[in-house]
């Protein structure tokens, strides 16, 4: 990222990227990585890990981590903005789009919200929307390297266009709802989607 | 991924007492030395002696032996939302 500072002169004055308009209101930018947590890192050996959609589909379906490497991934390079006001630009991951996980099962049409949950208590809800079309993946690297156990690896879904906490960290599986439960945070003020350009922090925003 | 070592989580989490002005804030009394019960494994001890995640959106209090959820405290904006369903009981003192 040297770069940034170096080209005065002879390049002329290097445009800086476009960052106000990338930072949702309330949010300040950093460049280190917080780590916010609401319990220990689970423990989860990767010949034991699974990732699993369930509920309302016609046949659940489940993915060993070697299955899992196997499908196809992408890059995706994102901003991320978490409700405790931090955001940070141009995370690079790698991961697996949710609409080629959703291709190995046949949703029930009553299937309108998705539960994720993970290893440990938390879990978090998210409207089938918000998920499809390229905007959520589930990451198993970061900055070309393996998802570290603190930031959620082996692997986490990564949501980025709503706030950080609905980006579950060491994602188990999808649970397919008709109506909307609402998560570990959600149930407890934070709000049911969580769009940072709205500042749909607390539930009421 | 079973290391416990350079577990950041782990590092970052604190004993009750950490979290006893927010407390102080909900229940208007020092509750650190309160008695608690946990509703899933039946630990009893101080609420000084749970585990303290504060680096969250939330405060969450967990038993120290087998790591459930027994207290949640968020403050959303003027209003704050309590959830104590992990403790039998919490025992505050008049």
Known sequence: MGERFVSRGFFGRRRQPEQAGRIPPGQYLVDDWPVLSAGPTPRIRLDQWRFTIEGLVRQPVSWSWDEFLKLPSKTYLVDISCVTKW?????????????????????DPRA??????????????????DLLNDQAFIAYQQDEKPLTPEHGGPARLVVPHLYFWKSAKWIQGFRLEERERLGFWENLGYHRRGDPWKEERYSGD | MDEQDGDLNRALMLDGNAAGGILYDVFTADMTGAPTECASCGRSGEVGSLLAFVQAPGLVLRCPACESTMVRIVRAGDVTYLDARGAVYLRIAR
């Open chain 1, 112 to 129: 309108a919200f998705v539960t994720a949950y993970s290893y440990g208590d938390y879990t978090t809800n998210l409207p089938i929307p």
């Open chain 1, 87 to 107: 955001t940070k630009l141009d995370m690079k991951w790698q991961g697996v789009s949710v609409d080629t996980l959703f291709q190995a099962v046949s949703l």
